[in-house]
T-cell receptor
Framework: DSGVTQTPKHLITATGQRVTLRCSPR?????VYWYQQSLDQGLQFLIQ???????AKGNILERFSAQQFPDLHSELNLSSLELGDSALYFC??????????????FGPGTRLTVL | DQQVKQNSPSLSVQEGRISILNCDYT??????FLWYKKYPAEGPTFLIS?????DKNEDGRFTVFLNKSAKHLSLHIVPSQPGDSAVYFC????????????FGKGTKLSVKP
């Protein structure tokens, strides 16, 4: 158990809908990262938050947004869903690095299926 | 364009033998490299890492080797055990990247009894 929790574990929805994925980081970790893993793909970095502030963006679509709350949990909002958004979404957390030497600890993921 | 490549989608090894998983990268700014292991229906689990100032890091049965001139790293598992069967991801990060990781597509390791 990494100490990172994600809910829900599975989510099935229809095209055009909006969903919210939730992540609670390990105790003491201030950074939260979101990744997407599509079929046959590696993990693609989406976005990072540190102590409530957005710090870096990766390949995140404009239809997607995220935020980190004062209690450090984070939510990833996916809207106007398309079939291609079906994927595993992982949250990871870490102590904010002073350098790039940064081990991230991953949650179990949320499997999103868009029908 | 993939910055981190794992060219072998799968690898099969006999129990007790050595498993060698390979990873190549293209970005010379990468200075920290990690290996993660992933079982089905679970998130990736951190395994071992190496910084660019080293060429080898060892932790029990796991050793990571880094060849900066070739932009290549490898993970050695000795001896391999059936419980090592999983997908292994290579990841890299660069200074100034806020620690964001760039992952390869993974290699599925099967260790046969």
């Amino acid at each position: 158990d990494s100490g990172v929790t994600q809910t829900p574990k599975h989510l099935i929805t229809a095209t055009g809908q909006r969903v919210t994925l939730r992540c609670s980081p390990r105790s003491g970790d201030l950074s939260v990262y979101w990744y997407q893993q599509s079929l046959d793909q590696g993990l693609q970095f989406l976005i990072q938050y540190y102590n409530g502030e957005e710090r870096a963006k990766g390949n995140i679509l404009e239809r997607f947004s995220a935020q980190q709350f004062p209690d450090l949990h984070s939510e990833l909002n996916l809207s106007s869903l398309e079939l291609g958004d079906s994927a595993l979404y992982f949250c990871a957390s870490s102590v904010y690095p002073q350098s790039s030497y940064n081990e991230q600890f991953f949650g179990p993921g949320t499997r999103l299926t868009v029908l | 364009d993939q910055q981190v490549k794992q060219n072998s989608p799968s690898l099969s090894v006999q129990e007790g033998r050595i498993s060698i998983l390979n990873c190549d990268y293209t970005n010379s700014m990468f200075d920290y490299f990690l290996w993660y292991k992933k079982y089905p229906a679970e998130g990736p689990t951190f395994l071992i890492s190496i910084s660019s100032i080293k060429d080898k890091n060892e932790d029990g049965r796991f050793t990571v080797f880094l060849n900066k001139s070739a932009k290549h790293l490898s993970l050695h598992i000795v001896p391999s055990q059936p419980g090592d069967s999983a997908v292994y991801f290579c990841a890299a990060s660069a200074s100034g990247s806020q620690g964001n990781l760039i992952f390869g597509k993974g290699t599925k390791l099967s260790v046969k009894p």
